[in-house]
T-cell receptor, first 113, second 112 residues
């Protein structure tokens, strides 16, 4: 069974802290994605990666960075957390680019105080 | 403004009722997907439609892609409490834009 796991289900951090969100997939997928999900806004793409050490900005990359040192692992970094980054963060992976199924992790609900 | 507009935003119905949710855009999509997300979980793909006018059925769920590939609908027959969740449409724009665009979702509650 395909699986995408995220390091934490719930996280509470303080303003200004550096935050790491980890995502691991066991499907040998090339492509990995980070989204944030907010009520009324749907899922918005933060960053994605089509290969190891490769990253591309999504629609809302400001305040975030990513790292992909290994194929199975894609990390999202909040360099200096702010309250407007309080959100649900979803990681996904897909086998190929284009119109193929994305497999999602369960999400990390991050609260920044 | 969302590129993909979903309606209604919320739907609360009784078990056994039929319902339709809509996903509309002024842009053309090369393909469109429907996902369902249950509380505390990530979205899970239900179907992908690719051809204009295409109709796909998944048990009591019927998905249609508009002829012009700008819109889609999801019809559920005889809804059950297990259908409760957030339904998201998502599409790839025509013309090589390679990112999946999501709508804001329709939150469905089916009461016994």
């Amino acid at each position: 069974d395909v699986k995408v796991t995220q390091s934490s289900r719930y996280l509470v951090k303080r303003t200004g802290e550096k935050v790491f969100l980890e995502c691991v997939q066991d499907m040998d997928h090339e492509n990995m994605f980070w989204y944030r999900q907010d009520p009324g806004l749907g899922l918005r793409l933060i960053y994605f990666s089509y290969d190891v050490k490769m990253k591309e900005k999504g629609d809302i990359p400001e305040g975030y960075s990513v790292s992909r040192e290994k194929k199975e692992r894609f990390s999202l970094i909040l360099e200096s957390a702010s309250t407007n980054q309080t959100s649900m963060y979803l990681c996904a992976s897909s086998l190929l680019q284009g119109g193929f199924e994305q497999f999602f992790g369960p999400g990390t609900r991050l609260t920044v105080l | 403004t969302q590129l993909l507009e979903q309606s209604p935003q919320f739907l609360s119905i009784q078990e056994g009722e039929n319902l339709t949710v809509y996903c509309n855009s002024s842009s053309v999509f090369s393909s469109l997907q429907w996902y369902r997300q249950e509380p505390g979980e990530g979205p899970v793909l239900l179907v992908t439609v690719v051809t204009g006018g295409e109709v796909k059925k998944l048990k009591r769920l019927t998905f249609q892609f508009g002829d012009a590939r700008k819109d889609s609908s999801l019809h559920i027959t005889a809804a059950q409490p297990g259908d409760t969740g957030l339904y998201l449409c998502a599409g790839f724009l025509s013309g090589g834009y390679n990112k999946l665009i999501f709508g804001a979702g329709t939150r469905l509650a089916v009461h016994p």
